[in-house]
């Protein structure tokens, strides 16, 4: 889970529920649109989504390393709990934490 300002704004919540992938692994049918972003590091963050329906799929920031996947793309059964929780320091005073989560103040 993300609660990153930028992450919020584009989720439209209060967090983003994201599943770390090696881009390798990540295999995309169609052709997302991209948006581009700027992240609190003041590098580009790159928000792929549905160019037909608008539904966002994943990001990529200019930083090498995993994108982030959508939880939302998925059926909620076939997700498992989140293991962490990123940006834990933008939570509203009524948000809490899911059980069992390694909470991060910043990434």
């Not at 990529?60 to 959508?70: A, L, S």
């Not at 939302?72 to 809490?96: C, I, M, R, Y």
């Amino acid at each position: 889970m993300s609660d990153c300002m930028s992450c919020r704004k584009a989720s439209g919540s209060t967090h983003s529920g994201n599943f770390s992938v090696d881009e390798k692994d990540l295999q995309i049918m169609g052709h997302p649109k991209i948006y581009v972003d700027k992240g609190i590091s003041g590098k580009e963050v790159y928000r792929h989504f549905c160019g037909d329906c608008g539904s966002p799929a994943y990001t990529k920031t200019e930083i090498p390393g995993p994108v982030y996947v959508k939880i939302g793309l998925f059926q909620v059964d076939d997700v498992d709990p989140p293991s962490t929780h990123v940006f834990a320091k933008n939570l509203a005073k009524w948000e809490e934490t899911y059980p069992n989560t390694k909470v991060l103040e910043t990434q």
